[in-house]
């Protein structure tokens, strides 16, 4: 095998080298095209690839296109469920990547995606995560490489995959500790259920107040109430809040709907913002 010299990356595109005093590529065809590469009659074979869905690798040399190397992705085994479910629960879609137009499409309808933002290079998935923003959604990211940690840092929330890089796991505010898109729903739903535990203790406290406070100072005599009788159903109050919120251990997740059980379903570390 022939030393390589003068390697250059160029991100999101591909790489060049010096091979036996030979100038190589090997990238998209965006790199192709910015080096004035004539992909020559490889061109219909590349339009015909991608159109087919396939990530295309143009390997040149001396300015000619002498190769092609296609790839097909394969979508993890739970991405479709997991979109399905995330559907289910009002919450839309999008897909950001650096593969081309068709590959990115052709991921999108066999997933079910509804927004597919295709050629993106990686420095400018933030930018794309703020134009999403500016239409009026919240944008929760999930990724787990190093291109992702500026757009999980620009998301309303980040969700880290565990076994995804450091610097991603730390730009994020949620970290999925198993490899698995479907926790991304279980973090949805436990997110909203606690929500919902707040809202219902929050009507509670303040119910009894607006109740109990007037009926122990004679507001509604003569029906009253005891100084005595209302600290104790004030902790008594104290008690339900605090039981009601330990229901959350009872949830289960990830399923057709919110049943229950004895432990939770999920494994989700809450980061600070």
Do not use: C
Not at 166 to 178: F, P, Q, T
């Amino acid at each position: 095998m022939s030393p390589l010299t003068e390697f250059a990356s160029f991100e999101g595109k591909g790489v060049r080298a010096l091979v036996d005093g030979r100038t190589v590529y090997s990238g998209n065809r965006m790199l192709m095209e910015e080096n004035s590469i004539d992909l020559g009659p490889l061109a219909a074979k590349s339009a015909e690839l991608q159109g087919a869905g396939r990530t295309v690798a143009h390997i040149a040399r001396d300015g000619r296109v002498i190769g092609l190397i296609a790839i097909a992705d394969a979508p993890r085994p739970t991405a479709r469920e997991t979109i399905e479910r995330l559907q289910a629960l009002g919450v839309k879609v999008a897909m950001i990547t650096g593969d081309n137009l068709g590959t990115a499409q052709r991921i999108g309808r066999e997933l079910g995606i509804d927004i597919v933002l295709a050629e993106v290079l990686p420095g400018d998935k933030a930018a794309k995560v703020k134009e999403l923003q500016a239409q009026g959604n919240k944008v929760g990211m999930v990724g787990d490489g190093v291109n992702d940690a500026p757009a999980l840092t620009q998301s309303d929330v980040g969700f880290a995959i565990g076994a995804g890089t450091d610097v991603a796991i730390e730009s994020a505010k949620v970290v999925l500790m198993r490899s698995d898109t479907l926790d991304v729903v279980k973090a949805v739903e436990l997110s909203r259920a606690t929500l919902r535990k707040m809202h219902q203790n929050l009507w509670w406290a303040v119910g009894y107040n607006i109740v109990a406070f007037p009926a122990a100072a004679g507001v509604f005599y003569p029906i009253t109430l005891s100084p005595e009788v209302a600290a104790i159903a004030m902790s008594g109050s104290s008690v339900l809040v605090a039981v009601n919120a330990l229901l959350l251990k009872r949830l289960r997740l990830g399923e057709d709907g919110p049943r229950h059980q004895q432990t939770p379903a999920v494994n989700v570390t809450q980061r600070a913002a």
